[in-house]
């Protein structure tokens, strides 16, 4: 059984690209939810992905966006790149209709993009 | 607001020691809390999770977490540290919607002296 699956594993552009970050949940799972960790840091979320909307969003700014496919897999889109996106970005899933207690988030590995 | 400390950046133990490490939280509604653990290159692992009932939790490589309400606190905790628990350790919290967000602390590395 699969876990969380991202690609790619390492990424790297320049100040002012585009990029796209993608990921496969967990099967079985169909909400995907985004962190970024910075070097040194915890992770922090970015958003939440249910049904092809999003459903919750953190402290980040539109430059970052999101979508879900039918299939529950999920891509991370972040425009004009800066120097401070430079960071691990991490996709978790889980079933969307389980509690906290009965399902905690899977990890996936993670994406680690350098800007230049 | 919902926040997690970890007071301690960067802790060094001898093998065979035993550890602790601190976590304090601030969650507004009924609290779930979880230890992971990151090596380098990696993801996150679940190490243990707390959600109620008994508030000692025993969780995979031996580790085990108190949760303290009085204290805000849910220290993690394990008797004899091998080499290989080098890694970053990260302490969380969630609520128990299924839309929910994971709040994570700035994490503790953790060194181990042969």
């Known amino acids: 059984d699969a876990g969380v699956t991202q690609s790619p594993t390492h990424l790297i552009k320049t100040r002012g690209q585009q990029v796209t970050l993608r990921c496969s949940p967990k099967s079985g799972h169909d909400t995907v939810s985004w962190y970024q960790q910075a070097l040194g840091q915890g992770p922090q979320f970015i958003f939440q992905y249910y049904e092809e909307e999003e459903r919750q969003r953190g402290n980040f700014p539109d430059r970052f966006s999101g979508h879900q496919f039918p299939n529950y897999s999920s891509e991370l889109n972040v425009n004009a790149l800066l120097l401070g996106d430079s960071a691990l970005y991490l996709c978790a899933s889980r079933r969307y209709g389980d509690r906290g207690h009965d399902q905690p988030q899977h990890f996936g590995d993670g994406t680690r993009l350098s800007i230049l | 607001a919902q926040s997690v400390t970890q007071p301690d950046i960067h802790i060094t133990v001898s093998e065979g020691a035993s550890l602790e490490l601190r976590c304090n939280y601030s969650y507004g509604a009924t609290p779930y809390l979880f230890w992971y653990v990151q090596s380098p290159g990696q993801g996150l692992q679940l190490l243990l999770k707390y959600f109620s009932g008994d508030t000692l939790v025993q969780g995979i490589k031996g580790f085990e977490a108190e949760f303290k309400r009085s204290q805000s606190s849910f220290n993690l905790r394990k008797p004899s540290v091998h080499w290989s628990d080098a890694a970053e350790y990260f302490c969380?919290?969630?609520?128990?919607?299924?839309?929910?967000?994971?709040?994570f602390g700035s994490g503790t590395r953790l060194s181990i002296r042969p």
């Open positions: 969380a919290v969630g609520g128990d919607s299924s839309a929910s967000k994971i709040i």
